[in-house]
């Protein structure tokens, strides 16, 4: 009754709420995704988007036709993998930096998931210099991880900007004391934070240390201090902030895959692969 393709274009939009940018991940025009939707909303019998100059919301038919679409496309695509997908069988061992499981990798396992249902994947979360540790002693497969650029390894996945973050009402006075919240060591970004403060002649003080990114998010809200995070994982709640508060810059991130290269190659490099594809 319902096309896969009409669903997963709508599914986009659903996720999205615009066509342009529903287009542009879809690798589609955008009269194609409004044609798709007309014809869903033809064969469901039901408007499922209300869209006007400003903005894209779903009806309550089509906050339900969401969830069904998730469904059936997740039937769709794991029978697909049954009867024509990989025959890539085996375990894969695979370690991503805390911060880094917040952007597009959890949809990108699921779909990695459907796509090979006989590789057994064992997912480590944790700080990117413990992963690679790990992964030098041959305790995981691949990991994707944060490097600063002069000691990257491995295959670059995205090179972004880090920014100091904070709450919108942070207050913070130009050769004032920089109140830090951070990973403990060893941690790019602790020892990119504390270098620049020290070469620009700032005095900074540790006021939280967390072990993972939901303790140091839980302390910026909490109004405990700023941290250093990469531009593209700041969350819709905090800001960057401003250069009137003086802080130094901090340089850039790598986002890098390193691999172990006595792991099983396929299943290495068919999630390298969809990772990249997705950066």
Known sequence: MFDPVQLRTFLTLSEVLSFTHAAQRLGISQPTVSQHVARLEKAANRRLVIRDTHEVTLTDNG????????????????????????????????????????????????????????????????????????LLAGHLDLVFIKQLPDETSGRLVRRDRLAWVGLESMELAPGGIVPLITYPNPSPSRNTATGVLERAGRTWRVTCTTREIHGVLAAVRAGLGVTVMAQSLVPADLVIMPASCGLPELGDIDMTLVDNPRAAREPVEALSSAILGRH
Not at 70 to 93: E, K, P
Not at 116 to 124: A, F, G, V
């Open 63 to 134: 906050r339900a036709m969401a969830g069904f679409a998730r469904t059936i496309l997740a039937a769709h695509d794991q029978a697909s993998a049954y009867f024509t997908g990989s025959a890539m069988a085996g375990r894969l061992r695979f370690g991503a930096a805390d911060d880094l499981a917040l952007t597009q990798l959890p949809r990108i396992l699921r779909e990695f998931r459907q796509l090979h249902p006989r590789i057994t994947m064992e997912l480590t979360i944790s700080q990117s210099q413990v992963l690679h540790r790990r």
